[in-house]
């Protein structure tokens, strides 16, 4: 297989990865059956506008929020975005736009962007390097020792897996499907887990995280997201390396 994708344009893409290329194409078939018919539509202009590089201008509008360098805004809960696998982020970004992640700032951007414009920020985001700072003190001991042993060993007795053991040893994530919990801040961390027991985030594949998050009480929660919101990000994740520049 070629290195560069069918679906993407020279002026706008940067050369894949073979296994990134076909990851890029599954993900582009999927968005193509789940975009609504107004989006199919408006696609033909809207890829000639990718292919004129208008990701670019579309990534200093995210910048307002997500930071220069995607490092995201703890206080303000806009999470980070550099280094994370490119089809979570192509995924979240479809999941603002149908609803099935239900955000009021992010929805309306999502919407707006052509399948061609979200492929090329998921990968511009992915290729950025994640923040090698802690978002966040470390928690009491008491606390500390809670989010550790459910970060690490998970709780058996109340049926809730370990959470490296999806996102990874250090929760540095697993590409394409799992995200990074590391240099994320505890409130978002926190959110997140709560929108999945309202059910306001109900875009996760097999209802993985939804189950998680109806086991864990709010004392877990909050132990579990301070405890990694103080990890320090190791300084690079060689996981999502093939979809980095070379
Ligand atoms: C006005 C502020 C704002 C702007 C501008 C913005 N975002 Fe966001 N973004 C947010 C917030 C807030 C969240 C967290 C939503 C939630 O809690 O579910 C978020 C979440 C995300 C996520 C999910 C990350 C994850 O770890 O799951 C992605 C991907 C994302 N934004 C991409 C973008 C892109 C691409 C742009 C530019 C086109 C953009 N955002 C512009 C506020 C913003
Ligand atoms: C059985 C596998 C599994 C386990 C165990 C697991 N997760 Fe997840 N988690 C996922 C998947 C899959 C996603 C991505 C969901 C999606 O695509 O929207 C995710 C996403 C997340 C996110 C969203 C990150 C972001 O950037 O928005 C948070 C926060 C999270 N998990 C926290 C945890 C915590 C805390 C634990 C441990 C208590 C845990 N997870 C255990 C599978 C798992």
Same mark, same amino acid.
Request: glycine share 8%; proline share 8%; aromatic share 4%.
């Given at each position: 297989?070629? =290195?560069?994708?069918? =679906?993407?344009?020279?002026?706008?893409?940067?050369?894949?990865?073979?296994?990134?290329?076909?990851?890029?194409? %599954?993900?582009?078939?999927?968005?193509?059956?789940?975009?609504?018919?107004?989006?199919?539509?408006?696609?033909?202009?809207?890829?000639?506008?990718?292919?004129?590089?208008?990701?670019?201008?579309?990534? =200093?509008?995210?910048?307002?929020?997500?930071?220069?360098?995607?490092?995201? &805004?703890?206080?303000?809960?806009?999470?980070?975005?550099?280094?994370?696998?490119?089809?979570?982020?192509?995924?979240?970004?479809?999941?603002?736009?149908?609803?099935?992640?239900? &955000?009021?700032?992010?929805?309306?951007?999502?919407?707006?962007?052509?399948?061609?414009?979200?492929?090329?920020?998921?990968?511009?985001?992915?290729?950025?390097?994640?923040?090698?700072?802690?978002?966040?003190?470390?928690?009491?001991?008491? #606390?500390?020792?809670?989010?550790?042993?459910?970060?690490?060993?998970?709780?058996?007795?109340?049926?809730?897996?370990?959470?490296?053991?999806?996102?990874?040893?250090?929760?540095?994530?697993?590409?394409?499907?799992?995200?990074?919990?590391?240099?994320?801040?505890?409130?978002?961390?926190?959110?997140?887990?709560?929108?999945?027991?309202?059910?306001? %985030?109900? &875009?996760?594949? #097999?209802?993985?995280?939804?189950?998680?998050?109806?086991?864990? =009480?709010?004392?877990?929660?909050?132990?579990?997201?301070?405890?990694?919101?103080?990890?320090?990000?190791?300084?690079?994740?060689? %996981?999502?390396?093939?979809?980095?520049?070379?």
């Amino acid at each position: 297989m070629k =290195t560069q994708s069918a =679906t993407c344009k020279p002026a706008s893409c940067q050369p894949l990865h073979a296994g990134q290329a076909s990851r890029v194409l %599954r993900l582009a078939m999927v968005c193509a059956l789940s975009v609504p018919l107004a989006a199919i539509v408006t696609a033909g202009s809207a890829e000639a506008a990718t292919a004129a590089g208008s990701a670019v201008p579309a990534m =200093t509008t995210c910048i307002a929020c997500h930071g220069a360098k995607g490092e995201g &805004n703890s206080a303000a809960g806009y999470p980070r975005l550099a280094g994370l696998p490119a089809d979570y982020i192509a995924a979240q970004l479809q999941s603002f736009a149908q609803g099935t992640r239900a &955000n009021s700032l992010m929805a309306p951007m999502a919407k707006a962007l052509s399948d061609g414009q979200i492929i090329a920020l998921a990968h511009d985001y992915s290729s950025l390097k994640p923040p090698v700072a802690a978002y966040g003190p470390m928690p009491a001991v008491a #606390q500390a020792e809670l989010g550790q042993r459910l970060a690490e060993r998970g709780d058996w007795a109340a049926g809730i897996a370990s959470c490296f053991r999806c996102h990874g040893p250090g929760g540095v994530g697993v590409a394409p499907s799992f995200p990074p919990l590391i240099g994320q801040s505890a409130g978002y961390i926190e959110a997140q887990i709560k929108a999945w027991k309202d059910g306001s %985030r109900h &875009n996760d594949p #097999q209802d993985l995280m939804h189950t998680i998050a109806l086991r864990l =009480t709010d004392a877990d929660t909050q132990a579990v997201a301070a405890w990694l919101a103080a990890q320090k990000p190791p300084a690079s994740t060689p %996981r999502h390396a093939s979809a980095q520049r070379h």
